[in-house]
């Protein structure tokens, strides 16, 4: 077995570049979003139950969730919202377990749980061994992905609002990435030292 461990933070926080720096010390990374995204792509294992009991009019022509009608949906009624979650959610699970039991067949020191949503649900901790949360001001988070996605500030607003706060969020950390004062290249070397740092904490509980 390898350690887990849960990454999070909020948008524009700079999780999945720590997410790489990680990656690039050879750790295993398992990104929950990659994973739900690929499960309502066309043949994407959320697609049959979707079809089945929510409505096949769900499903686009090309195969995939029609993610519009989809809003449109839980827009109107938040019901749809809970039903696609009810579906995605153990598919998620089940399929983060899997390559998980994939990571500890390999030579990987760590295994890295990348998952934005950690802090908005307990289901998460008991699957852990230690959390990392990486953090900085709100407005500088703003101000990230203003400048990486172009979208304007008050629906970036909207999407921090359907997120944990910055409180809620430390409070399940056990490392803290304080990623407000570095520069990127500093954030690497960070990430370096918050390795090392793993890797000797797990190496003390574990003497060979
Ligand atoms: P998240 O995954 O938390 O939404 P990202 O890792 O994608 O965040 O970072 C958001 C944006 O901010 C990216 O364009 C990234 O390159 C940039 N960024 C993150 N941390 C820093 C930093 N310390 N200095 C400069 N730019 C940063």
Not at 70 to 96: C, N, S, T, V
Not at 127 to 152: G, K
Request: glycine fraction near 8%; proline fraction near 5%.
């Amino acid at each position: 077995m390898r350690p887990r461990i849960g990454l999070t933070g909020g948008i524009g926080s700079g999780k999945s570049t720590v997410a790489q720096g990680f990656a690039q010390q050879g750790c295993y990374v398992i990104d929950a979003d990659r994973i739900a995204r690929t499960l309502t792509l066309p043949g994407g294992a959320a697609i049959a139950p979707i079809a089945a009991r929510m409505g096949a009019h769900f499903i686009g022509a090309d195969g995939a969730l029609d993610r519009a009608q989809m809003r449109d949906a839980a827009f109107r009624d938040p019901g749809y919202k809970a039903q696609l979650e009810g579906i995605l959610h153990p598919l998620i699970r089940q399929q983060i377990d899997q390559q998980y039991q994939h990571a500890c067949d390999t030579n990987a020191p760590l295994v890295i749980f990348d998952i934005p949503l950690l802090a908005e649900s307990g289901q998460w901790s008991p699957r852990l061994d230690q959390v990392i949360v990486v953090d900085c001001l709100e407005r500088t988070q703003i101000a990230r992905v203003q400048q990486r996605n172009q979208l304007p500030q008050a629906a970036i607003e909207a999407i921090m609002a359907q997120q944990a706060t910055r409180l809620q969020r430390l409070r399940k950390a056990d490392w803290v990435l304080w990623n407000e004062t570095l520069s990127l290249q500093a954030l690497g070397e960070a990430v370096f030292d918050l390795y090392n740092e793993l890797i000797a904490h797990y190496r003390l509980l574990q003497p060979d």
